[in-house]
C-alpha cells in the first residue's frame, strides 16, 4: 500500500501550489474508505467582492490505511511542506473509523442496564440486565429503582467488559434513575458510563438503550484515534485546536466528539456534502461524492444539510443520533467489475452471441483467441471493493505481465472468486489466523496471482477459506474496476492504462465487444447508478427499479431538476456531461472537486439543538381547568413551575444560554447565533388543556472565516431567490 501512495504523490506531486502564508490558514484531513485526502487553506482577511475568501494553499492524497486510518493521515501529512503544516491554527478532520469499527464488529464488550419494562435487545446485546425503576409519560416513577440489581450485575460483570450503558423507560421525562445508576457503577468499576438521555432526548426506549450502548461500545477505539491524530499533529508543530465533523454536519471540539463517537457516522458524507457547497457556491444543491467504495447522495438547503429524523441506521443498528439523510449506492471507483457467477461450465460460442457485436463489429485479440461465452446482462458492479489493475500495475512492477500471460479457457468456472481479472496477494498485516487459514495462506505471496478451482492444483484455496482471508484483510483483492473504464476511455489516467487495457480485453472477449465499447458499457451502467439515487433521493416514492427501467427505456420522456446537482470525487469530472445529458440538468464539478471531502471539514457549522418536553397535569373545578404540577425535564434535571407559560419561559431563555455556551467552548462567536424554535403541543381533549409542550430549539453558527466565505457566496448569489417549497424535492419528468 504504501508503494501505492508514492506512486499516487509522486506522479502529480499529490500536493499542489505553495503561496503567500498570510491569513487563517487551516488544515482539513478526510480519511475516506480508500484515500485520505489533505487540504491546505488560507482565509484572506479582507477580501474583496469578486475575491474568494479562500485559497487553497496545497492539498494531498494518500491510500487509506487499515485497520488504523491514522497511517493514512499520517501519509498525507508527509506530502506538505512541515513549515506550512506549522502555520495551521485549526486542524479539521472527517473519518469513517466509527462506521467500519461497527461493520467489522470491532467494538468493545459493553454491558447494558435497562430501567423499566421495555422491549430487549437482540442477542447482539449478549450483557444486558433489566431491573426495576423508571418512568411514566408524566415523568412520575413507575416503580422504585432496583439498586441492588444493578449492584449484583455489575459485580458480576466487570471483568468482562469496558464500558456500560443505562437507558431507563421514559428517561427523557427524568433523568434522575438513569443518573443514579451511573453514580453506582461509576463507584464500583470506574468505567465509563454511557446514559441514553445523554445523547438523545427523543423517545423510543428500544432504539435509546441500542443508541447508548453502541456509544459505549465504541469509546475504546475513538479514544485510541482521538490520541493517536493529537499525538500526530502535535509532533509536527501544530498548535492549533483539532475539531471533527459530526454526521449532522456540524462540527466540534476532537475531545468532546469523542464521548458520543456515535455521532461520528457518516462523519466523511458529511463532509463531502459541505464541502460541494462551499466549492461550488450553491447554499441549496444536491451532491454526488463519488468515492472508491461508494456514491453518497445528499442535499443542502441554504447551508443547512437535510438531517433523517428517524435515526441513522449503522450496520443494522437502528440509532437515535440525528445524522445526515442519505442516500448511499455500493459503487465506487473501486467496485469490482465481474460476471455472473455460474456452475456451469461456459460454452462457445454462445447462443446469442450474434446479437452482440460491438458498434465496430470488431473483437480484441491482440493477447489471445475470443470466445464469446457470455452476454451483457451477466455483468455485476460491486458491492465489492477491490484494488484496480491500473492502480495494482503501479504497485506490483511485474503484474503487468502476469495479466497479459493471464488465459481463460473455454471451460473455465466463474465463482465469487475465480473471474478473469481477479487476482490475490498477501498483505504484510497480520491478522490473528487460525492454524488452517495460516496453511492455506502459504499459498499466496506478495506478488499477485489467481487461485483455481481445481483442489489437485498448487492454487487451489477452498471458497470458504478464501472469504475468510479476505475479511481479516489477510489478503487483498485485485480486479478490472469502473476506474479501469476510465483509463481505457482516457478520462481518468491516473494509474497505468496498459494494465486496465489488458483487463478490459479479457473480459471483453467474453462478451464479443471490443475493449472501448466494453469500457463504454461499464461507464453508462456507473452514470446510469449515480442518476437513480439521485432522483431517488429527491422522491423516495419511485423504487429505484422503475427509475433505472425508465432511464434506460426512454429517449424522448426524461427527468430534470431545477437543483444544481454538484458532483466531487476524484473521478467526478469524468462522469459530469454524460450525467448532464442523462438528467436534462445542470451538473456542477467545482474545482478541488477531487478533495472536496477535505475542504468540507473546514467549514461544517457550530450548532446544538435540544428538546424539552413539559408535562402538564389539570385539575377540573367549578371555575375550568386548573393547571398543577407542571414539569420540564432537562439535562439538568427536571423543574417545576406553576403554569406552562412560565415553563415555555424558562425552556426558551434555557435552551439558547446552553447552545450559546456550547457554541462559545467550540470557537464559535455568540453574537452570530441564529435561532430557531419550534413549538408543538399534545392535546387529546380540544377541551382540556394540552398533557405535553415540546420546545425544539436549534442554534448554529459559525466561526469568522465561515461567515467571511458565507458573505462571499451571498454576494455571488444575490439575485437568486429561494426555491419555491413545492420543486425543492422533486424531479420533473418532462
Given at each position: 500500500m504504501d508503494a501505492a501512495g508514492a506512486k499516487d504523490n509522486s506522479a502529480d506531486p499529490g500536493v499542489r501550489g505553495r503561496e503567500d502564508m498570510t491569513g487563517s490558514v487551516m488544515i482539513g484531513i478526510d480519511a475516506g474508505g480508500t484515500y485520505t485526502d489533505a487540504v491546505l487553506i488560507r482565509m484572506n482577511t479582507d477580501p474583496g467582492k469578486d475575491e474568494k475568501p479562500m485559497t487553497v494553499l496545497a492539498s494531498g492524497k494518500a491510500l487509506t490505511t487499515y485497520p488504523d486510518p491514522i497511517g493514512g493521515i499520517r501519509n498525507v501529512l508527509d506530502l506538505f511542506d512541515p513549515e506550512m503544516l506549522k502555520a495551521a491554527g485549526k486542524v479539521c478532520v472527517s473519518t469513517t473509523f466509527a462506521t467500519n469499527a461497527v461493520l467489522e464488529k470491532n467494538i468493545s464488550p459493553v454491558g447494558l442496564v435497562l430501567i423499566g419494562e421495555q422491549k430487549e435487545p437482540d442477542d447482539r446485546v449478549g450483557c444486558r440486565v433489566k431491573v426495576a425503576g423508571g418512568y411514566d409519560h408524566n415523568?412520575?416513577?413507575?416503580?422504585?429503582?432496583?439498586?441492588?440489581?444493578i449492584r449484583a450485575f455489575v459485580g458480576k460483570t466487570k471483568d468482562s467488559v469496558s464500558a456500560y450503558a443505562v437507558s431507563a423507560v421514559f428517561g427523557v421525562f427524568n433523568t434522575e434513575h438513569e443518573i443514579r445508576a451511573k453514580q453506582i457503577i461509576t463507584e464500583m468499576t470506574g468505567y465509563p458510563v454511557v446514559c441514553g438521555h445523554e445523547l438523545t432526548r427523543s423517545l423510543g426506549a428500544h432504539e435509546r438503550a441500542l443508541t447508548s450502548y453502541l456509544n459505549a461500545s465504541l469509546l475504546p477505539v475513538a479514544k485510541s484515534f482521538t490520541d493517536a491524530v493529537v499525538s500526530e499533529v502535535r509532533s509536527r508543530g501544530i498548535g492549533g485546536k483539532i475539531m471533527m465533523i459530526k454526521c449532522n454536519g456540524a462540527s466540534a471540539d476532537l475531545s468532546d466528539v469523542m464521548e458520543k463517537p456515535v455521532e461520528t457516522v457518516f462523519s466523511g458524507p458529511a463532509a463531502s456534502l459541505t464541502g460541494a457547497a462551499v466549492l461550488s457556491g450553491h447554499e441549496t444543491c444536491i451532491a454526488a461524492d463519488i468515492g472508491g467504495t461508494s456514491t453518497d447522495v445528499s442535499m443542502i438547503t441554504e447551508g443547512f444539510p437535510e438531517i433523517s429524523e428517524s435515526g441513522a441506521m449503522v450496520a443494522g443498528w437502528q440509532t437515535k443520533v440525528r445524522a445526515l439523510k442519505i442516500e448511499t449506492v455500493a459503487l465506487g471507483g473501486d467496485s469490482h467489475v465481474r460476471l455472473l457467477p455460474d456452475?456451469?461450465?461456459?460454452?462457445?460460442?454462445?447462443?446469442?452471441?450474434?446479437?452482440?457485436?460491438?458498434?465496430?463489429?470488431?473483437?480484441?485479440?491482440?493477447?489471445?483467441?475470443?470466445?464469446?461465452?457470455h452476454t451483457r446482462n451477466e455483468i455485476i458492479i460491486g458491492p465489492g471493493k477491490v484494488i484496480p489493475l491500473c492502480r495494482a500495475s503501479v504497485m506490483y512492477p511485474g503484474f503487468l505481465k502476469t495479466l497479459r500471460l493471464r488465459w481463460v479457457p473455454h471451460n473455465q468456472v466463474i465463482t465469487e472468486f475465480i473471474q478473469p481479472t481477479m487476482f490475490y496477494v498477501k498483505n504484510e498485516i497480520c491478522p490473528v489466523l487460525t492454524d488452517e487459514e495460516e496453511s492455506w495462506l502459504s499459498r499466496l505471496g506478495t506478488e499477485p496471482a489467481a487461485v483455481s478451482e481445481k483442489v489437485w492444483e498448487k492454487t487451489y484455496i477452498p471458497p470458504e477459506i478464501l472469504s475468510s482471508l479476505i475479511r481479516k484483510r489477510a489478503v487483498s483483492v485485485i480486479g478490472f474496476t469502473p476506474t479501469d473504464a476510465l483509463h481505457v476511455l482516457g478520462d481518468f489516467t491516473e494509474w497505468d492504462e496498459k494494465a486496465s487495457e489488458a483487463g478490459a480485453v479479457l473480459i471483453a472477449n467474453l462478451l464479443g465487444m471490443n475493449k472501448v465499447d466494453f469500457c463504454r458499457f461499464i461507464k453508462r451502467k456507473v452514470v446510469l447508478s449515480i442518476a437513480t439515487e439521485l432522483i431517488h433521493f429527491m422522491d423516495g416514492k419511485v423504487s429505484r427499479?422503475?427509475?433505472?427501467?425508465?432511464?434506460?427505456?426512454?429517449?424522448?420522456?426524461?427527468?430534470?431538476?431545477?437543483?444544481?446537482?454538484?458532483?466531487?470525487?476524484?473521478?467526478?469530472?469524468?462522469?459530469?456531461?454524460?450525467?448532464?445529458?442523462?438528467?436534462?440538468?445542470?451538473?456542477?464539478?467545482?474545482?478541488?472537486?477531487?478533495?472536496?471531502n477535505a475542504v468540507?471539514?473546514?467549514f461544517g457549522k457550530l450548532s446544538r439543538r435540544i428538546d424539552l418536553d413539559i408535562t402538564v397535569s389539570v385539575s377540573e373545578t367549578k371555575a375550568g381547568y386548573v393547571e398543577k404540577d407542571v414539569c420540564i425535564f432537562t439535562e439538568d434535571g427536571p423543574f417545576r413551575f406553576r403554569t406552562s407559560e412560565e415553563a415555555v419561559a424558562f425552556a426558551k431563555t434555557y435552551s439558547r444560554r446552553k447552545i450559546t455556551e456550547y457554541i462559545e467552548r467550540n470557537g464559535g462567536r455568540p453574537e452570530t447565533v441564529r435561532f430557531g424554535e419550534k413549538i408543538s403541543e399534545h392535546q387529546p381533549?380540544?377541551?382540556?388543556?394540552?398533557?405535553?409542550?415540546?420546545?425544539?430549539?436549534?442554534?448554529?453558527?459559525?466561526?469568522?472565516?465561515?461567515?467571511?466565505?458565507?458573505?462571499?457566496?451571498?454576494?455571488?448569489?444575490?439575485?437568486?431567490?429561494?426555491?419555491?417549497?413545492?420543486?425543492?424535492?422533486?424531479?420533473?419528468?418532462?
Open positions: 415523568g412520575k416513577e413507575a416503580a422504585e429503582l432496583d439498586e441492588e440489581s456452475d456451469d461450465l461456459m460454452q462457445a460460442p454462445h447462443k446469442n452471441a450474434g446479437n452482440l457485436q460491438s458498434e465496430e463489429e470488431t473483437v480484441d485479440t491482440e493477447f489471445r483467441n475470443p470466445v464469446i461465452s427499479e422503475k427509475i433505472m427501467n425508465f432511464l434506460e427505456r426512454n429517449e424522448h420522456v426524461f427527468f430534470s431538476t431545477d437543483i444544481p446537482i454538484v458532483l466531487i470525487g476524484a473521478s467526478a469530472e469524468a462522469y459530469r456531461e454524460d450525467l448532464e445529458k442523462l438528467l436534462r440538468s445542470k451538473v456542477t464539478v467545482p474545482e478541488e472537486y477531487d478533495v472536496g468540507g471539514t473546514l381533549d380540544p377541551a382540556r388543556p394540552p398533557v405535553q409542550i415540546t420546545i425544539v430549539t436549534t442554534g448554529i453558527a459559525g466561526t469568522e472565516w465561515q461567515d467571511r466565505n458565507e458573505g462571499y457566496r451571498n454576494d455571488r448569489h444575490e439575485t437568486t431567490e429561494k426555491p419555491d417549497a413545492g420543486n425543492d424535492r422533486n424531479f420533473h419528468c418532462l
